[in-house]
């Protein structure tokens, strides 16, 4: 189970867009250059970096500059806390009525639902 799933509110700690809250948009996972897995994030209105676009009239893509946000590390960030609304870290526990295993956020013990 990820402590830290597509559609969570999180907060950027560390880089230029430290403070910043936003939605998890989509999980990349990839190899570095020593064949090392990592992790990054996307993260709605965090990272946000202008690219020159080419036309394209084969894909109907018009020209111009666009800007998209860009993925950042997951170290860089922390999951809300629902309750209170500060940055917590994420724990597990088996909860008593399914039997499964859910995340619960270790400030308030509040369970996490996304």
Partial sequence: MAK??????????????AGKEGEVLAIVEKLN???KPVTRVVVRGVNIV?????PNP???VPGG???FEK???ISNI??????????TRVGYQ??????KKVRIAKKSGAIITA
Wanted: hydrophobic share 30%; charged share 45%.
């Fill in 4 to 17: 830290i799933k597509k559609g969570d509110k999180v907060k950027v700690m560390r880089g230029k867009d």
């Fill in 33 to 35: 250059k020593r064949k």
């Fill in 50 to 54: 202008k690219k020159h676009q080419k």
């Fill in 58 to 60: 084969t894909l109907n």
């Fill in 65 to 67: 500059i666009i800007e």
């Fill in 71 to 73: 993925a950042i590390d």
């Fill in 78 to 87: 922390m999951l809300v806390d629902p309750k209170s609304g500060e940055p």
């Fill in 94 to 99: 088996v909860d008593e009525k399914t039997g």
